[in-house]
Structure formats: C-alpha cells, structure tokens
C-alpha cells in the first residue's frame, strides 16, 4: 500500500535521517522547492527498488521522471508553506561585512569536513572529475561560466549555500574570505581531534569559527589531508575559464588560489547582517 504526499506551490520538501521516534537527525539529505510527490510504499517501488522516493509532479499532480530522491533508509519528510531555511547553520558576528557560518555545509559539528562539491555544482558527487563535472566536459570545453556567458561569479541557482543551506545563505566570495584572512586572528589549532584555524574576532575574542582541514578531492581519492580549501564563488578570469578562487590554507599561513573546478573542495557559507 502507498502513502503519497502532494507538495503545493512554494512549499518546501527537505528530507532528514530520522530516529527509531521518527526524529529528524543530522544533516539534511535532500531538498527541494519543485512541486513534488512523496511516496512511501512497504515494497519497494518498481521504479527505483527503494521504499521512499520524491517525484516531480505535472500540473495534473501525477509523477514524471526518474525519482529526484530515493533511499531504503529511515527519513523523515519535512513540509513547509513557505520558502524557509534548510538545515540553517548557526553564525557568528566576526565583526566583517557578513556573518559567517559556524561549520561547513554538509557536517554536523563545526569540526566536521562535511561535503565536497565541484565548483558551482549544488549536490556532492562521488567522483569529482571532468566526467562528472556539470559546466563543462574538460578544461578546454567550458559550457557555462565561460566567455560565451561572462558570468564572472555564481548565480543563485548554482551556489550551494543557498540552495542547500537556505535562501539567506551565500558561498563566500574572494574579497569576503579576504576580509577574513586579514580581518580576524588565525590560530592553528586542534579541536576535537581535527586540525585547522580558530579564526577569531578581533574585538572579541570569545567570537570565533573553526576551519578544519579538508583536503581535496580528485576523483574518488581525498588527498592533501594537512590542507584545507574552501572555495569561493568567483571564477578565474581569463582565456581558459577552467579555475576557481579558493581559500588555501597550512598551519604557515593562508592564501586565496587558483584551482580547477572539477576539484572537490568544502564549502563555508555565510550569510548578509
């Protein structure tokens, strides 16, 4: 027997892991603001051989395509009527233009590395490589953020921060990850077990964010564990359009670089005062 939801216009869907209660834990898995149908069956769905999917609805209110999301696990569907935040981090007042975000998108503590993205991708990916890589095919066939476009920066629909974290939420650009090199006091650090910087308010010390190291990943492989990176929402301005600014970092110093963008790297949102 099957239990279906229907979304209505403007209404949010996210879907959490849940307890033995039903209660919703930990990150949110998936989101989405399309109109859609939850559906929960007992056997699993011809479809997709999972027992919970969400589907994309036609005006009529019947499902089409593919599922957008599907799992065999135990998750909790949550509904709203209006356009609210997901899985909205806490912030902290570092005393700069905008409010930074207190753990990376994706983890559940601020020591957390969470997800890796591609760079103006909105989902993680299990490989992160030209082959998997959305806006473009290879470093030399760019499809979006190019000169065809000058798109010099990401647009709404491919940030991450808001489309995943909340509509108030942003990747940070260049000039905001500098503001926070040269704005704040960096300490490396441990805390919980993982290393980083304690970046801290320089008219309060009692403000701070943790950044943890990362690494990067390329392909399946997380590699340069004692580095972190974080990127940025601006593109590399130049013949090619195949880097990303990032924000780079060792225990002896930091810096913002230039990398590709089929590289998986984290992501810290923050968010206008």
Do not use: H
């Not at 696990?73 to 997901?86: G, L, S, T």
């Not at 943890?212 to 564990?225: D, H, I, N, Q, S």
């Not at 974080?230 to 593109?235: A, H, M, S, V």
């Amino acid at each position: 027997m099957l239990m279906c939801l229907l979304n209505i216009s403007a209404q949010v869907v996210a879907v959490y892991s849940s307890d033995v209660n039903g209660k919703p834990t930990g990150a949110c898995l998936f989101t989405t603001r399309d109109n859609v149908k939850v559906v929960v069956s007992k056997t699993a769905d011809a479809q997709s051989s999972k027992f919970f999917n969400i589907y994309k609805v036609d005006a009529d209110g019947n499902a089409v395509g593919a599922p957008l999301y599907s799992t065999n696990e135990r998750v909790q569907a949550i509904y709203a009527q209006k356009d609210i935040e997901i899985n909205a981090a806490d912030y902290v007042d570092l005393g700069l233009s905008v409010n930074w975000a207190t753990k990376n998108i994706g983890a559940n503590e601020p020591t957390d590395v969470g997800s890796y993205f591609m760079w103006g991708m909105v989902k993680e990916m299990e490989s992160c490589s030209w082959q998997t890589y959305e806006l473009g095919n290879n470093q030399n066939d760019i499809i979006k953020y190019c000169e065809e476009d000058e798109n010099t920066a990401l647009k709404m629909a491919d940030d991450a921060a808001y489309k995943l974290v909340g509509s108030s939420w942003r990747i940070p650009t260049t000039a905001q990850i500098n503001e926070l090199i040269t704005g704040c006091n960096w300490t490396w650090t441990t805390m919980g077990g993982t290393s980083g910087y304690k970046v801290s308010s320089k008219t309060d010390a009692t403000k701070y964010i943790f950044l943890p190291v990362t690494g990067g990943k390329a392909g399946t492989t997380v590699g340069e564990a004692e580095k972190g990176y974080y990127w940025t929402k601006n593109l590399v301005m130049d013949d090619l359009y195949y880097n990303a600014y990032a924000l780079s970092f060792t225990s002896s110093g930091k810096e913002v670089v230039e990398k590709m963008r089929n590289l998986g790297f984290c992501i810290r949102p923050v968010r206008a005062k």
